[in-house]
C-alpha cells in the first residue's frame, strides 16, 4: 500500500506541474503584449488601431477555435494535442519576434492562439484524467491561480522585458518557459487513449467552421467601432444570429456533432456556462472601468493606477488554491453559491460607494469580488467537468473556456459603453463616479442572476434525487 501512495503522488504532482505551465503561458500570451502596443506602434509606424490587433486577435483566434479543440481532443490523445499545441504555440511565438511587419506579427498572433486554444482546453480536460477525484477542486483552484498569475505578471513582466531587451523579448520568453512545459508534459503525463465512443465518430468540419463563423462575427460585432455601435455592428450581429441558426441546424443533422446539443440541457452544464459568461462580464468590467475612476476620480497617477488594478488578480491568485480545497472539503454547489455572492455584494458595494471612502473604498469591494469569483471558477469548473463523461470532457472544458471569453469581450464592450454614457459630465471626477456607481450597479444585477441561476440548478438536482 506505502508502495501504492508514494508511487501516485509524485506521478500527480508531476501531472499537475505539466497542466499548470501551459495555463500559465496561455494567460500571458494574452496580458503580456497590452504594455507593448505604444512600442509596436512606434517600431511599425502603425495607427493605435492597427496595433490594436496585436491583442485582439489572439483573443478572436482562442474564442472562435477553442470548442473545436475541445471536441478534437475527445477524438485524439489529449496527451499528444496538448504537446502539438504547445509547439505550436512556441513557434507562432518565435515568429512573431521576427516579425518584419505589422500585419505579419497579426496574423502570427492567430497562430499563437490556436496554440493557446489548445493549452487553456485541453489542460482544464485533463485534470479528471490527472488527478484523483477527491482532489480536482484543488487542482482546478490551482489553475485559476495560474492563470490569475499570468494576467497579472503580463503587464509588468512585459515591461521590464521590453526596457532591457526590447519588443522581441516578450515573445521569445515563451521558448524557454515551453520547452519546460514540454519537458514536463512528456515525463509526467500519462500517453491515454481516447474514448472509444469518440474514436467511432467523426470530426464536424461544418460544424466546426459555422461555430467559428459566429463566433467570429460576434467577437467584431462587440470589438469594432472603437466603442460606438453602428450600422457595421448591426450587421455583424444580424450575421451572428444567420450563422448560429445554421450551426444549429447542422448539429442537428450531422452524425458526429461538434457539440451534442442534448448536453445544453443539462442544469448543470448549461447553468455553469451561463454563470460562467455573466460572472466574467463582471470581472471585465473591473479592468475596463476600474482605471478611468481611479484616474479621474481618485486623481491618481499612472503608476499608481496600475498598481491599485494588479491588487484584483493577486487576491485571485492568492485565493485560487484555498477556494479548492474549499470546493472538496464542501462540495462544488455551495461554493458556487458563496463565490457569486462575494461577487455580487463586492459590485453592490461599489455601485453604492463616495468618493469620500477614497481609495480603500474601491480596493476592499475590487478584492471581494476577485475572491469571490477564484472560488466561483474552481466550484463551477470541477461541477461540470464531474457532471460530463469522459469522452466530452475536452467540448465541456472548451465551452467553459468559451462561456468566460464572451463575458469578456461583452463586458470590454456593453459595459465600457454604460460606463461612458453615465459618466457624461462637465466635472470628470462626479462623472466617473457616477459611471461607477450605474455600471456596477448592472454588473450586481448580472451576478443576482448568475446566483438564482445556481440555486435553481442545485434545487432542481435534489429534487431529481
Not at 446539443?261 to 454563470?275: C, D, E, F, K, V
Not at 462561456?403 to 462623472?431: C, E, K, T, V
Amino acid at each position: 500500500m506505502k508502495s501504492t501512495v508514494s508511487n501516485t503522488l509524485p506521478t500527480q504532482r508531476g501531472g499537475l506541474i505539466s497542466l499548470a505551465l501551459p495555463t500559465l503561458l496561455s494567460s500571458l500570451g494574452s496580458s503580456i503584449t497590452n504594455v507593448s502596443l505604444p512600442t509596436l506602434a512606434q517600431v511599425f509606424g502603425a495607427t493605435f488601431q492597427d496595433v490594436q490587433w496585436v491583442v485582439i486577435a489572439y483573443l478572436l483566434a482562442i474564442t472562435t477555435l477553442i470548442v473545436g479543440v475541445g471536441r478534437l481532443g475527445d477524438i485524439i490523445s489529449r496527451r499528444t494535442l496538448l504537446l502539438a499545441g504547445l509547439g505550436l504555440f512556441m513557434l507562432a511565438s518565435l515568429a512573431c519576434a521576427v516579425a518584419p511587419t505589422i500585419w505579419w506579427l497579426v496574423a502570427a498572433r492567430v497562430v499563437q492562439g490556436l496554440g493557446g486554444a489548445v493549452m487553456m482546453t485541453i489542460t482544464l480536460a485533463l485534470v479528471g484524467e490527472t488527478i484523483s477525484k477527491e482532489q480536482v477542486g484543488r487542482a482546478m483552484g490551482l489553475l485559476g491561480t495560474l492563470s490569475a498569475v499570468g494576467t497579472a505578471l503580463g503587464p509588468t513582466l512585459g515591461g521590464g522585458l521590453i526596457a532591457v531587451f526590447g519588443w522581441q523579448s516578450i515573445f521569445l520568453i515563451n521558448l524557454p518557459l515551453g520547452g519546460v512545459a514540454l519537458f514536463c508534459i512528456y515525463h509526467s503525463l500519462p500517453s491515454t487513449e481516447p474514448q472509444r465512443a469518440s474514436k467511432q465518430g467523426g470530426f464536424d468540419f461544418v460544424g466546426l467552421g459555422l461555430l467559428g463563423l459566429t463566433l467570429a462575427l460576434f467577437s467584431l460585432a462587440m470589438t469594432l467601432g472603437s466603442g460606438h455601435f453602428g450600422s457595421l455592428n448591426s450587421l455583424l450581429l444580424l450575421g451572428t444570429a444567420v450563422a448560429a441558426c445554421a450551426f444549429v441546424w447542422v448539429e442537428k443533422k450531422v452524425a458526429s456533432p461538434l457539440i451534442q446539443l442534448a448536453l445544453l440541457r443539462q442544469p448543470i452544464l448549461s447553468s455553469g456556462l451561463l454563470t460562467n459568461m455573466l460572472v466574467s462580464t463582471v470581472i471585465m468590467t473591473s479592468f475596463v472601468v476600474g482605471p478611468f475612476y481611479l484616474a479621474h476620480g481618485l486623481d491618481l497617477a499612472p503608476q499608481q493606477v496600475g498598481l491599485v488594478m494588479s491588487a484584483g488578480p493577486l487576491i485571485a491568485a492568492l485565493a485560487g488554491v484555498p477556494s479548492g480545497y474549499l470546493v472538496d472539503r464542501f462540495g462544488a454547489a455551495q461554493m458556487i453559491s458563496l463565490g457569486l455572492l462575494g461577487v455580487c455584494l463586492g459590485a453592490l458595494a461599489l455601485s453604492t460607494m463616495s468618493l469620500a471612502q477614497g481609495l480603500l473604498g474601491y480596493i476592499l469591494p475590487i478584492c471581494l469580488i476577485t475572491a469571490g469569483y477564484a472560488l466561483f471558477q474552481a466550484a463551477n469548473n470541477t461541477a461540470v467537468i464531474k457532471q460530463v463523461g469522459v469522452e466530452r470532457r475536452g467540448v465541456a472544458s472548451g465551452l467553459l473556456n468559451l462561456a468566460r471569453n464572451l463575458g469578456f469581450i461583452i463586458g470590454a464592450s456593453a459595459m465600457g459603453g454604460i460606463f461612458a454614457l453615465a459618466s457624461i459630465s462637465d466635472d470628470m471626477r462626479s462623472g466617473s463616479a457616477a459611471g461607477l456607481h450605474l455600471t456596477y450597479l448592472v454588473a450586481a444585477g448580472l451576478a443576482g442572476l448568475g446566483l438564482l441561476m445556481a440555486l435553481w440548478s442545485q434545487f432542481y438536482r435534489h429534487k431529481r434525487v
